[in-house]
């Protein structure tokens, strides 16, 4: 078993290490077309930078929440990059999102906390993602455990991005009587905020907000966790961690 784990551990740090030069140009994302755009249409061309993180933000909750007392691991989330917006002549199509995550417990009360935390290189900068959550656990339908989460994201260092945060709530019920497998569901939304540290044609900055729901299934294994997004589609997340 440990050496399973080692195996599983090491692979995520690898899928880590080759999302480094992911974002290694400038300006990955391509902001600085909407220099020359008018606020209408570049609020519009920039909607899918907001659903993207969107994604990144809202998948992967279950793991840093499934321990007993304490959960702590490594988590990768990948979301597809839309041909459409300023993503249009943009040559990446996903982003991949490694995460180290912690969660801890109360049982007495049933009240749990996590955080998260990405890492990697985006221009001459190291990009970070932050998250944070708190929620409990009413329990309330038997054999099912329900937890009611409150979250909040934000970025740090992304190339002509001044802020992209967001927070969000979620509901992630799963059936635990089974030994060694977890199913569970996962039905939350986000409100996402992104303002880009450009100007528009007028001089101007603009600021775009969307709010997205999604829900996704996923199955925890032992120590793997996989959650696969149904609304929206294409979004993954997988996690290798320990709880106890």
Excluded at 196 to 210: M, N, W
């Amino acid at each position: 078993m440990r050496k399973l784990r080692k195996i599983f551990l090491i692979t995520f740090l690898c899928l880590g290490v080759l999302t480094l030069n992911i974002f290694a140009d400038e300006d990955p994302l391509a902001f600085q077309t909407i220099k020359n755009m008018v606020k209408d249409y570049a609020e519009k061309q920039l909607s899918p930078v907001v659903d993207l993180f969107s994604g990144v933000f809202n998948t992967g909750f279950y793991a840093p929440v499934s321990g007993k007392i304490v959960s702590l691991g490594i988590q990768l989330n990948i979301v597809p990059i839309p041909k459409e917006g300023i993503f249009e002549n943009v040559d990446q199509k996903v982003l991949p999102a490694p995460f180290l995550y912690g969660g801890v417990r109360a049982p007495v009360i049933g009240v749990f906390g996590l955080a998260r935390a990405a890492f990697f290189p985006a221009g001459e900068k190291i990009f970070q993602i932050w998250g944070l959550g708190a929620g409990w656990e009413p329990n309330l339908i038997p054999l099912l455990n329900t937890k009611v989460l409150l979250s909040y994201h934000f970025i740090k260092n992304f190339p002509y991005i001044a802020k992209l945060s967001s927070w969000g709530g979620d509901i992630i019920v799963s059936f635990t009587k089974i030994p060694f497998v977890t199913p569970f569901s996962v039905l939350g939304f986000n409100r996402t905020t992104l303002q880009p540290d450009v100007e528009i044609i007028t001089g101007e900055k603009i600021e775009v907000s969307a709010t997205n729901f999604y829900f996704s299934l996923g199955l925890k294994i032992m120590f793997i966790t996989a959650e696969v997004a149904i609304v929206p589609s294409n979004t993954y997340s997988i996690s290798a961690g320990f709880s106890f």
